[in-house]
């Protein structure tokens, strides 16, 4: 099972990024997708998180009104967009998977994807 995410890079604050997070080797039928994030020095955080059918997201209180979570099931891919990105959003960014949102929301998903980093610059 792969969890493969891309997207990541450098931009200016008040920039934009989507990350995408393509899932391989198995279906994600009825698991939780979520983001997660760890900036240098830090532990890794619970940034977003989205049910099988969409109908239920999960926002950090960091990042609510400016990232936005969504999924493509047909491709086993999540998206998370950002915008309006400030150099606190800095850090590497993880793709996870698992069948029960309290997982997700513990950080503790029972699959996890590599990172993607995201620089943001002021």
């Known amino acids: 099972v792969q969890l493969q995410a891309s997207g990541g890079g450098l931009v200016q604050a008040g920039g934009s990024l989507r ?5 391989s080797g198995r279906t994600f039928s009825g698991y ?5 994030r760890q900036a240098p020095g830090e532990e890794r955080e619970f940034v977003a ?13 960091s990042v609510k009104g400016r990232f936005t979570i969504s ?10 967009q950002m915008n309006s990105l400030k150099p606190e959003d800095t850090a590497v960014y993880y793709c996870a998977a698992d069948r029960h949102q309290y997982s ?5 998903p029972h699959y996890w994807g590599q990172g993607t980093l995201v620089t943001v610059s002021s």
């Open 49 to 61: 998180s989205i049910t099988w059918s969409g109908g239920k997201t999960y926002y950090a209180d």
């Open 104 to 108: 997700i929301l513990a950080t503790s």
């Open 71 to 80: 999924r493509d099931n047909a491709k086993n891919t999540v998206f998370l």
């Open 19 to 23: 990350l995408s997070c393509a899932a």
């Open 32 to 36: 939780v997708l979520g983001w997660f």
